[in-house]
């Protein structure tokens, strides 16, 4: 049987999708590529922003209508919230709430076990979801073995959140803060590196955020670092910023740990700040900032933005464009404004003109491509480590510690997926882009 897994949204997600994926390879399933005919597509939601929805129907409608007339199984937060508009898409769909998205990692053995040729492969999921008689029951059981779809390991440590910003439905959907515990982290990521996996990204939905058995995440980092060897990397996935403060930084400044950082900003205004609930200020995000920069050299530096929110004016943009410019992050990750069910914001009577909030997540993007541009330029003939992805077209390409992905001009002839591999970072004439050679130049 053939299992296509599709995921929207976030790092998070894509952790969670890994290990459903593993879970049939493990069973002896094929799992195949998105683009691939299949008997079962397993659609992980994200319900972030409506145009997350909107692909997420899509790309349910386009599963649908393959000639191999497959079961459409949906999950994620947008089948938490939405179960009977997912429902009511097609006749061949199931959906499964993110609370028992866990179970998907049964759903395999169930199917090895239970699925009888002759039977309609929908009445076998339909019995398997309205008898839950999946082996796991957290969701802190995704602990994928392989991963089918990254060359690095994702290893989620937290879930929920318990910020509640008046934009935000992901929490309403992941429910409260939760974490999983010291001693399943360390074990977790000391099998992740037995079995060759040179990179770890810690994810979650709230990271910053970890509790558990009296350790924060500063006590986390500091243990695993003291158990892992010095040929692994680790990368954090979205920190909050208030909970960044300069003891957490310090520790940062290991070199396993890789000199990238995404920062949920979402508006240089403090007036705006405050009116979404978000529990920081401008000074203390700079501040942040500048710590950061002091750990690690010139590290990359990312931030989300929401433009359009509720009653922001032009003179509250200009701050946010201002301070942006200022900061000068690597790149931009920005949204607008999109009012979701159940959240504060949802029936606000101020909304910005959806023309200006395009506007401005237009000129965001533009300064973004400057910001990208000039980080980019100011690596050209720095010595780093290339994380080797995949190849397409001939040509290996790899993800440096500071998230820029490359192509590697001269690989050795025995490079293989997951590698590290040290390059120099070179101007490749044809793109204007680096690009890393193995050989000094």
Known sequence: MRVLVYTLGCKLNQCESEAIADAFVHEGFEVVAPNAEADLCIVNTCTVTTKAEQKARRMIRKFIGQSSNPVVLITGCYAQLEREELQSLAE????????????????????????????????????????????????????????????????????????????????????????????????????????????????????????????????????????????????????????????????????????????????????????????????????????????????????????????????EFEKTLTFLKAMDFSQLHVFPFSPRPQTALFHAQDRVPERVRDERAKLLRSLSAIHLRRYMDRQIGKKVEVIIEDKQKGMWSGLTGNYLKIGIADPPAEIKRGALLPVYLVLDPKSGLPIGRCSSV
């Open 92 to 315: 061949r769909i199931v959906v499964v709430s993110l609370d028992a998205k866990p179970s998907l990692l049964g759903l395999p053995l169930y199917l090895a076990n239970h699925h009888i040729g002759g039977i309609d492969l929908l009445d076998s999921i339909e019995k398997f979801a309205a008898s839950k008689k999946g082996h796991l029951t957290t969701s802190f059981d995704y602990e994928a073995a392989t991963f089918s779809f990254h060359s690095r390991a994702f290893l989620k440590i937290q879930d929920g959140c318990d910020n509640s910003c008046a934009y935000c439905r992901v929490t309403i959907a992941r429910g409260e803060s939760r974490s999983l515990s010291v001693e399943q982290v360390i074990e977790r990521t000391l099998t992740l590196q037995q079995e060759g996996f040179r990179e770890v990204v810690l994810t979650g939905v709230n990271i910053s955020a970890y509790r558990s058995e009296g350790y924060d995440l500063r006590a986390l980092l500091i243990r695993l670092l003291e158990e892992l060897g010095s040929d692994i990397r680790i990368r954090l996935s979205s920190l909050e910023p208030d909970r960044l403060d300069e003891k957490l930084v310090a520790v940062f400044a290991d070199p396993r740990l890789q000199p990238h950082f995404h920062l949920p900003v979402q508006s240089g205004s403090p007036v705006v700040l405050q009116r979404v609930n978000r529990h920081y200020s401008i000074e203390r995000l700079a501040q942040v900032i500048t710590m950061l920069r002091e750990v690690k050299e010139d590290p990359f530096i990312a931030a989300d933005i929401i433009t359009g929110l509720p009653g922001e004016t032009d003179a």
